[in-house]
C-alpha cells in the first residue's frame, strides 16, 4: 500500500507542476501583447543582428530574444527578400531581418533591404559553408591554412612560368609598348643619343640637351665604357672647340663626369688628346664657367691615373695653373689648382710607401709614380712661391686648404716657406683668440676647426721659424 501513496503523491507533484507552468505562461503572453491602437504590428518586433558582433560566433547570428536558440536542424537557410519560417533549431546566416510572431512563438527571416540587390543565391552559396558544418571557428581557420600551405608548396618555378606570373623583360616590353609605355634599358638609351649625338653638328644648339642627357647617364661606369665602347669621345671632344660657351661648358662637364674614377674612360681620353684640349680652355678661354668645369674634368681625367699625371707635366700643366695666379681668374679656381696638386703628391706618396714589394702589379704603379716628377716641376715652375699668396685670402675654408698644401709640399719648398713665417704667426693668433672668444661665450666648438687651424700653423711654425723664436 505503500507504493500506492507514493505514486498518489507523485500525480499531486506533477499537477501542481501543470498548473505553475500554465500560470507563468498566461502572465508571458499578458505581458507581451500589444496596445490596440498597435495591431497591425503584432507580428513582433524587428531585430537586425549586429555583424561586427557576431565575429566570434562561428557565422551564426544571434537573435536577440528570451529563447535560446539550439542548433539541432542542420537544413541550411536560404534567405531571399520574403518572409520566411524558421524551423526550430535551424541556423541562419548573419546579418538578415529575423521577427517573431507573438501569438504563434513561430521566427521568420528575410533579407536586409541593401543586400537586396545581390539575389538570394549569391547569399545562401555564401553562406552554406559556414552553416552545413557544426565546426567551430578555430577548426575553420586551421583548415583553410593547410589548404593554402598545400596549394603553395606544389607550385615551383616552371609553373609560375607557365602561368605568367614570372615574365621576361622582352614580354613587360611588349606589354608596355601596347600601352604605348617604352621601356628602355640604359644601354639602349646611351645608344639612341650616342647615334642621335652623331647626327647633329656640333655648332647647332640642339646638340646642348643631347650633352646634358649624356652628362646624367655617364655617371654611373657602365653607362661611360658603353659610351666609349660606341666611340663617341672623339665627338665629344670636338665640342671642346665649338664658339659657344654653354655647348663647351656642357661638354667638359660630361668629360668630367665620364672619367670620375673610371679607369677605361680616363684611357680613351687619354688616348683622344682630351688633356691638351682642356688645358688649352684653362689657358685661353675667357668664360669663367667654362674654366671651372675644364678643371673638374682635369681633376677627374688625372687622379689615380700615373700615364695622364706624366702627359699633364709634359704639356707644360703646371705653367697653366700658374697663370690662374696672374691674371683675374676666380680665386675659387686658384684654390682648386692647389688643392689638386697637393692631392697629387699625397697620391704619389701613398702608394709608393705603403705598397706590397711582392705583388707584381702594385710594383708596377709604384714604377709609374716613380716617372711622375712633380714635386720637382712645382720648383722650377715657381709655385713654392705662389701657394703662401692665398693665405691673405679672407675665408676660412680656403685657408685651411693652402695650410695642408703647405704641409705637404713643406720639404721641397722650406727656403720659399720662410718668408710666410710672419703670416703663419698673424694667422696662429687670430684663431687662438676666436677660440678663446667662443669659450668665453660659452660656446661649444664641436667640429674642433679652430684648434685643428691651429695645431696646423703650430706644426708649420715649428718646422719654419728658428728654434731661438719659437
Avoid at 719648398?413 to 677660440?435: G, M, N, P, W
Wanted: charged share 30%.
Amino acid at each position: 500500500m505503500s507504493w500506492i501513496r507514493t505514486a498518489v503523491k507523485g500525480v499531486h507533484l506533477l499537477v501542481l507542476l501543470l498548473i505553475c507552468g500554465t500560470g507563468f505562461y498566461s502572465f508571458h503572453v499578458r505581458c507581451q501583447q500589444v496596445s490596440p491602437d498597435k495591431q497591425d504590428d503584432k507580428m513582433g518586433a524587428l531585430t537586425i543582428v549586429n555583424t561586427e558582433e557576431q565575429e566570434e560566433n562561428d557565422g551564426v547570428a544571434v537573435v536577440e530574444i528570451d529563447d535560446e536558440i539550439t542548433i539541432e536542424n542542420l537544413e541550411p537557410f536560404i534567405a531571399t527578400n520574403e518572409w520566411q519560417q524558421l524551423k526550430p533549431g535551424q541556423a541562419i546566416p548573419r546579418g538578415l531581418h529575423v521577427r517573431m510572431n507573438i501569438q504563434t512563438g513561430e521566427k521568420e527571416a528575410k533579407l536586409l533591404q541593401e543586400d537586396a540587390s545581390q539575389g538570394s543565391a549569391a547569399s545562401a552559396s555564401a553562406d552554406k559553408s559556414i552553416v552545413g558544418e557544426d565546426i567551430s571557428f578555430d577548426e575553420l581557420k586551421k583548415a583553410v591554412k593547410s589548404l593554402k600551405s598545400e596549394k603553395f608548396k606544389s607550385v615551383d618555378m616552371e609553373t609560375l612560368k607557365k602561368e605568367k606570373q614570372f615574365r621576361s623583360y622582352e614580354e613587360l616590353k611588349q606589354d608596355m609598348e601596347s600601352i604605348n609605355a617604352k621601356v628602355k634599358t640604359d644601354a639602349e638609351v646611351i645608344t639612341e643619343l650616342v647615334e642621335l649625338f652623331r647626327s647633329t653638328s656640333p655648332v647647332e644648339d640642339d646638340v646642348i640637351p643631347i650633352l646634358s642627357q649624356l652628362e646624367y647617364y655617364l655617371h654611373q661606369i657602365d653607362n661611360a665604357m658603353l659610351f666609349c665602347d660606341l666611340g663617341a669621345m672623339p665627338m665629344l671632344l670636338k665640342c671642346l672647340n665649338n664658339s659657344k660657351d654653354d655647348v663647351r661648358s656642357e661638354a667638359a662637364l660630361t668629360l668630367g663626369s665620364a672619367a670620375q674614377s673610371n679607369p677605361k674612360v680616363q684611357i680613351s681620353a687619354l688616348e683622344n688628346g682630351a688633356v691638351h684640349e682642356i688645358l688649352r680652355l684653362l689657358a685661353i678661354d675667357s668664360s669663367a664657367t667654362v674654366r671651372k668645369r675644364a678643371m673638374y674634368a682635369l681633376s677627374t681625367m688625372i687622379r689615380q691615373f700615373p700615364f695622364a699625371q706624366k702627359r699633364f707635366l709634359e704639356l707644360g700643366g703646371l705653367s697653366v695653373l700658374g697663370r690662374l695666379f696672374d691674371g683675374k681668374a676666380d680665386q675659387n679656381l686658384r684654390i682648386r689648382a692647389v688643392t689638386l696638386l697637393a692631392d697629387l703628391l699625397k697620391e704619389k706618396k701613398k702608394h709608393i710607401e705603403h705598397s706590397n714589394l711582392e705583388d707584381k702589379t702594385q710594383m708596377e704603379r709604384v714604377h709609374q709614380y716613380e716617372q711622375v716628377n712633380l714635386e720637382e716641376a712645382m720648383l722650377e715652375s715657381g709655385w713654392c712661391s705662389l701657394i703662401p699668396t692665398l693665405l691673405d685670402l679672407p675665408d676660412h675654408d680656403s685657408r685651411e686648404k693652402v695650410l695642408v698644401a703647405m704641409e705637404t709640399i713643406l720639404p721641397a719648398c722650406r727656403a720659399e716657406f720662410q718668408h710666410s713665417v710672419q703670416t703663419l704667426r698673424t694667422l696662429q693668433k687670430e684663431y687662438a683668440d676666436i677660440l678663446s672668444q667662443e669659450q668665453a661665450d660659452g660656446e661649444e666648438n664641436d667640429d674642433g676647426f679652430f684648434q685643428g687651424m691651429i695645431s696646423t700653423l703650430r706644426g708649420l711654425l715649428a718646422q719654419l721659424a728658428p728654434k731661438d723664436e719659437l
